[in-house]
C-alpha cells in the first residue's frame, strides 16, 4: 500500500517570501500522480497543481512549483512571492494511474501554512 | 466548474440519532468518496463508491454506512450517532480515468458535525 508523509505539520512564512512544504511517499509503482491540495480556512479543498511520474519536467503553475524527485520518491511544493490568501492547510496526494481502486488517493496528514504580514 | 454539494455545512445531532449527509456532483463522475477530517489525523477515507449501487470500504467505515442510487448522489448515515463521531466530513468526487487531465478529486465544502 502506497504511503504519504509530510513532516511539517505546520510552517509560516512572511509574506512575499518563499516557502517550501516537504512530501516523501513509498510505493512500489512505476506510473502514478501526485497532487498538492490546498484547504483555506472553513474554505472548500481545490487542487493547486499535479504531477504525472512519468514526466520528469516539473509541474509550475504561477506562483507554485514542485520539486519531483522521482528516484528519493519526494514532492515538495514551493511557493513563491507568498501572499496572504495562500493561508491554508496543504496536502499532498498520491494517486495510482492504474483505473482501479475507484481512483482512491492517498493523502498525507497536512501541513498548517501561515502567512505573516 | 465541477460543483461538489453537501446538504449541510453544520448539523448538530443527539447521541443515538440517525443521520443522513448527503453529496451531490454535476460533472458525472463515476468516483465518490466520504472522508472525515480530524485534527491531526489528516483525511481518513470512510466508505468510496465507483458506481452506483457499488461501495467498498475504506479505512475507517465502522459505524458509518453509504448508499448511491444514483450516480450524482452519496450519502453517508451514521445508524446510531455517537461523540466520537463528531467530525468534519469531506464529500468528493472523481473521474474513473486515472490518467489525463481532471483526474483530481474535487471536494465538497464540507459538513461539520457535532454529536451531543
Known amino acids: 500500500a502506497q504511503t504519504v508523509t509530510q513532516s511539517q505539520p505546520e510552517m509560516s512564512v512572511q509574506e512575499a517570501e518563499t516557502v517550501t512544504l516537504s512530501c516523501t511517499y513509498d510505493?512500489?509503482?512505476?506510473?502514478?500522480?501526485l497532487f498538492w491540495y490546498k484547504q483555506p480556512p472553513s474554505r472548500q479543498m481545490i487542487l493547486v497543481i499535479r504531477?504525472?511520474?512519468?514526466?520528469?519536467q516539473n509541474a509550475t503553475e504561477n506562483r507554485f512549483s514542485v520539486n519531483f524527485q522521482k528516484a528519493a520518491k519526494s514532492f515538495s511544493l514551493k511557493i513563491s512571492d507568498s501572499q496572504l490568501g495562500d493561508a491554508a492547510m496543504y496536502f499532498c496526494?498520491?494517486?495510482?494511474?492504474?483505473?482501479?481502486?475507484?481512483?482512491?488517493?492517498?493523502f498525507g496528514d497536512g501541513t498548517t501554512l501561515t502567512v505573516k504580514p | 466548474d465541477v460543483k461538489v454539494t453537501q446538504s449541510s455545512r453544520y448539523l448538530v445531532k443527539r447521541t443515538g440519532e440517525k443521520v443522513f449527509l448527503e453529496c451531490v456532483q454535476d460533472?458525472?463522475?463515476?468516483?465518490m468518496f466520504w472522508y472525515r477530517q480530524d485534527p491531526g489525523l489528516g483525511l481518513r477515507l470512510i466508505y468510496f463508491?465507483?458506481?452506483?449501487?457499488?461501495?467498498e470500504k475504506g479505512d475507517i467505515p465502522e459505524g458509518y454506512s453509504v448508499s448511491r442510487e444514483k450516480k450524482e448522489r452519496f450519502s453517508l448515515i451514521l445508524e446510531s450517532a455517537s461523540t466520537n463521531q463528531t467530525s468534519m466530513y469531506l464529500c468528493?468526487?472523481?473521474?474513473?480515468?486515472?490518467?489525463?487531465?481532471?483526474?483530481?478529486?474535487?471536494f465538497g465544502p464540507g459538513t461539520r458535525l457535532t454529536v451531543l
Open positions: 504531477q504525472e511520474a512519468y514526466k520528469q
Open positions: 468528493a468526487s472523481s473521474r474513473f480515468l486515472a490518467g489525463g487531465p481532471y483526474n483530481e478529486q474535487f
Open positions: 460533472m458525472d463522475h463515476e468516483n
Open positions: 510505493t512500489s509503482e512505476s506510473d502514478y500522480y
Open positions: 463508491s465507483y458506481d452506483v449501487k457499488m461501495k
Open positions: 496526494a498520491y494517486r495510482t494511474a492504474l483505473n482501479t481502486n475507484a481512483g482512491k488517493s492517498t
